[in-house]
């Protein structure tokens, strides 16, 4: 497993990023980097689109951010 770039830590107002996918588990996605702030300390995971399809919901695992896809 590879740590996820944090996109949204040099820009939090980022609304589009390219990626590379380096993991499917599912309806769960990681990528290589993310613009996506996950769930944690009380904060809701962002949601939207990646590549045409509706992110509900963006988890921590370990050092990696998986986007769970509709």
Same mark, same amino acid.
Do not use: C, W
């Given at each position: 497993? $590879? +740590?996820?770039? *944090?996109?949204?830590? !040099?820009? @939090?107002?980022?609304?589009?990023? *390219?990626?590379?996918?380096? *993991? $499917?588990?599912?309806?769960? $996605? !990681?990528? +290589?980097?993310?613009?996506?702030? @996950? !769930?944690?300390? =009380?904060?809701?995971?962002?949601?939207? #689109?990646?590549? =045409? $399809?509706?992110? #509900? +919901?963006?988890?921590k695992d370990n050092g990696a951010i998986q986007h769970i896809l509709e």
């Amino acid at each position: 497993m $590879v +740590d996820t770039v *944090k996109l949204f830590n !040099e820009d @939090p107002y980022l609304v589009s990023f *390219k990626g590379t996918v380096v *993991k $499917v588990d599912g309806n769960a $996605v !990681e990528l +290589d980097r993310t613009a996506f702030y @996950p !769930e944690g300390g =009380g904060q809701l995971g962002d949601t939207g #689109v990646l590549g =045409g $399809v509706r992110v #509900v +919901d963006t988890q921590k695992d370990n050092g990696a951010i998986q986007h769970i896809l509709e």
